[in-house]
Nanobody
Framework: QVQLVESGGGLVQAGDSLRLSCATSGRVYTMAWFRRAPGKEREFVAAVNWSGQVAYSGDSVKGRFILFRSFGENTVVLEMNGLKPEDTARYYC??????????????????WGQGTQVTVSS
């Protein structure tokens, strides 16, 4: 059974940076981050697949968030810079067990972590 363990959330001020890490215990091909803000739908943030292909959501995070993957350690790190209050959400790591192009669709992911809270104060 594949497990995903997230870490790195917290309470920060607007403009600060945070790094979220997700480690997996099994073999997966694509790893991604999603987030869900209070009262909103789950939103894709970023993903990287086995070949290093990376995708980010739209203008809301592009240029501020960077996704790294350590294949040897089976870990993915989301570096979040210039955080804004609207980035406040619970962030979830997800992983796909099939080899495929990187995808932003939640249904394409087989495994999910418990989530880590990110709160950005203004």
């Amino acid at each position: 059974q594949v497990q995903l363990v997230e870490s790195g959330g917290g309470l920060v001020q607007a403009g600060d940076s945070l790094r979220l890490s997700c480690a997996t215990s099994g073999r997966v091909y694509t790893m991604a981050w999603f987030r869900r803000a209070p009262g909103k739908e789950r939103e894709f943030v970023a993903a990287v697949n086995w070949s290093g292909q990376v995708a980010y959501s739209g203008d809301s995070v592009k240029g501020r968030f960077i996704l790294f993957r350590s294949f040897g350690e089976n870990t993915v790190v989301l570096e979040m810079n210039g955080l804004k209050p609207e980035d406040t959400a619970r962030y979830y790591c997800a992983a796909a067990s099939q080899r495929a192009p990187v995808t932003q669709w939640a249904n394409d992911y087989d495994y999910w972590g418990q989530g880590t809270q990110v709160t950005v104060s203004s």
